[in-house]
Each structure stands twice: as structure tokens, then as C-alpha cells.
């Protein structure tokens, strides 16, 4: 099992920046993928971004160049930087982990933090 708490979510304006953070309950170092989903209303969960196998990441096209993923292992937390905010990245953001053993995966979801970003 692996609890996922996510903070700093909030209101900001346009062209604004936001950091999220994401504490895991466990070690990171060995979590396979773990990183940033959102939804906004009426839309699908999509991907923003995420690390995989360790220090790979990986991005949504339409945040590249705005928003950065890091990680602290030492901390099991790992972070988005959100600059250049857009009204079109008003959203919940979720934190996302896939731990894989052997065949078996398991997938773990923060509850979400609100973004809102006013125009």
C-alpha cells in the first residue's frame, strides 16, 4: 500500500506559478512510475507528467516548457512546478503511482488538489 497526500493547490491568475508536492508513505526510489494526472470538469483524467523507470520523465506536450517534474527520495516526495499558468489548466490534479512486482501492478491515487487559474 502506498498513501499519497498532495498540497499546494489554490487560486492564482493567469501567467501566475503554483508547486505541487506529493509526500508518498514509502521509499520512492523503487516506485516504477510516479507522477501528475489532472481532470478538469467534464473531461477525462489526462496525463501531465510523470517519472518512470527511476529518472526518466515524461511530459504532456502542452505542458512542456511550463511545468517541471522533480523528486526529493530522501523526502518520498515529488513535486510539479507550474509556471505560465493557463485558464485551461484549472483542474484537479492527481498524484499517481504504479508500483510493478513480478506480473502483478498497482496503482495508487492521491485524492487531488484544486488548480485554479483565473483569466
Known amino acids: 500500500q502506498v498513501q499519497l497526500v498532495e498540497s499546494g493547490g489554490g487560486l492564482v491568475q493567469a501567467g501566475g506559478s503554483l508547486r505541487l508536492s506529493c509526500a508518498a508513505s514509502r521509499s520512492i526510489f523503487s516506485i516504477n512510475t510516479m507522477g501528475w494526472y489532472r481532470q478538469a470538469l467534464g473531461k477525462q483524467r489526462e496525463l501531465v507528467a510523470t517519472?518512470?523507470?527511476?529518472?526518466?520523465?515524461n511530459y504532456a506536450d502542452s505542458m512542456k516548457g511550463r511545468f517541471t517534474i522533480s523528486k526529493d527520495n530522501a523526502k518520498n516526495t515529488v513535486y510539479l512546478q507550474m509556471n505560465n499558468l493557463k485558464s485551461e489548466d484549472t483542474a484537479v490534479y492527481y498524484c499517481?503511482?504504479?508500483?510493478?512486482?513480478?506480473?502483478?501492478?498497482?496503482?495508487?491515487w492521491g485524492q487531488g488538489t484544486q488548480v485554479t487559474v483565473s483569466s
Open positions: 499517481y503511482v504504479l508500483v510493478v512486482h513480478g506480473n502483478d501492478e498497482y496503482e495508487y
Open positions: 517519472f518512470t523507470s527511476g529518472s526518466r520523465t
